[in-house]
């Protein structure tokens, strides 16, 4: 009974999940057309941006799993070193975002 339980939790958190990416990925794909029908925003812009972003991103992910390898080789509590991996790669994705917005200011007004 326990593992049906976990299952449909499980099924519920992913459904979820994609319920969310569907409406944030549709509004977004609703406004972006809005903008460029009105001549507010050209497509090729966006979708430079959005690669600088992307990769500043993952850069920062994949740069906080790596230091966060550290913590999982040193003899720390599990609750410990769980927390200090978790901490590790948000506080490096959230770099990532950082520095993906100061390169779309600096480099989004140029083609």
């Known amino acids: 009974m326990e593992d049906f339980q976990d299952a449909i939790g499980a099924v519920v958190l992913m459904s979820g999940l994609v ?3 569907y409406i944030i990925a549709r509004y977004t794909y609703l406004v972006k057309k809005a903008m460029i029908e009105n001549g507010l925003a050209s ?9 600088i972003d992307f990769g500043c991103i993952l ?12 913590f999982s ?12 991996v978790w901490g590790t790669i948000l506080i490096f994705g959230a770099v990532g ?3 993906a ?11």
């Open 97 to 99: 975002m950082i520095l």
């Open 101 to 111: 917005h100061f390169l779309r200011n600096k480099f989004g007004d140029q083609g």
């Open 73 to 84: 080789a040193m003899d720390l509590d599990e609750n410990t070193t769980d927390l200090l």
């Open 19 to 21: 319920v969310v990416t």
């Open 59 to 70: 850069g920062g992910i994949g740069l906080g799993l790596m230091v966060s390898s550290v």
């Open 43 to 51: 497509p090729t812009k966006s979708k430079q941006i959005m690669f």
